[in-house]
């Protein structure tokens, strides 16, 4: 299946554009950008920067170090990077705000952006966003982990990894998907390849032995010990489930 018709559309607004699609023009992503299977446009927020100098923060209210981007530039640079902004029609995509704030990224929330028509991602930078663009136009702030990175770029660029490659037709086989960590709750299974006995280690018998049944059972068994060994939390349930813009598209094959 191919979403050629339709493809899965990502809009970053960042102010750093050239950060896109850099790894995801690669690899897996890169091949489906390249067939058209999802669109990739990062967006400059100084294109609707203030005054002579494009400005696009400043300082927080109450006092404090660093800066703040400014709401009513962040709007304008949503507003105008919607889909249908020229016809007026409603843009059906989340908006998410890369946030250490957020709700921390689990495979489910990728599953639902992955089945829908895409996302467009707001980038933070400095101290972040002045809290009232965030109510004023709907942003879901998202996490990637409890630490803070200096801007939002490396985050949108794993929630789109994530999603990209759940699409459809983007991974070899789909069972490569339904059987890693985080699916059902568990952590994967170990995996083995040849040579069958490295520096005086050898692969698990049952793997040789053929027996499908048995093979599955050690799998079920391994995943159970290892995600009870360093993320129960997954079992008790307690993680939910310059200047201008760029349309990037994918590396030529040749
Ligand atoms: N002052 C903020 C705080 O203490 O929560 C940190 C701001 S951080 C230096 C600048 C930007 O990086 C954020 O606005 C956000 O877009 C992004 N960012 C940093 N850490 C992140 C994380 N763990 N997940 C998602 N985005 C993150």
């Not at 191919?2 to 897996?28: N, Q, V």
């Not at 920067?49 to 640079?77: E, I, N, Q, W």
């Not at 895409?118 to 702030?141: K, P, Q, S, T, Y």
Request: glycine fraction near 12%; charged fraction near 25%; aromatic fraction near 4%.
């Amino acid at each position: 299946m191919t979403r050629a018709d339709t493809p899965w559309r990502a809009t970053i607004l960042t102010l750093y554009p050239e950060m896109f699609p850099g790894p995801l023009g690669l690899s897996l992503s890169g091949d489906a950008l390249a067939r058209g299977d999802w669109t990739l446009e990062a967006r400059n927020i100084r294109e609707h920067g203030l005054g002579r100098h494009r400005s696009v923060d400043d300082t927080p209210a109450g006092g404090g170090a660093g800066m703040v981007l400014r709401c009513d530039v962040l709007a304008a640079a949503i507003d105008a990077a919607a889909v249908g902004a020229a016809t007026g029609a409603d843009d059906p995509r989340p908006r998410l705000l890369m946030s250490p704030r957020g709700r921390p990224l689990t495979q489910a929330r990728v599953r639902d952006l992955a089945a829908g028509p895409g996302a467009l991602i707001v980038c933070g930078r400095f101290e972040g966003v002045d809290e009232r663009v965030i109510a004023g136009r709907g942003l879901e702030e998202v996490s990637i982990g409890d630490y803070v990175l200096s801007g939002g770029e490396i985050a949108a660029l794993v929630v789109l990894d994530a999603c990209v490659r759940l699409l459809p037709g983007v991974m070899g086989k789909m069972e490569s998907g339904v059987e890693e960590s985080f699916e059902g709750g568990l952590l994967e299974y170990p995996h083995y390849t040849r040579p069958r006995d490295w520096e005086g280690r050898a692969i698990p018998d049952v793997l040789s032995s053929g027996n499908h049944a048995a093979i599955a059972r050690w799998r079920r068994a391994e995943a159970e010990r290892i995600t009870a060994e360093r993320r129960p939390d997954l079992r008790d349930g307690s993680v939910a489930g310059q200047a201008g813009s760029r349309s990037i598209t994918g590396p030529s094959r040749s």
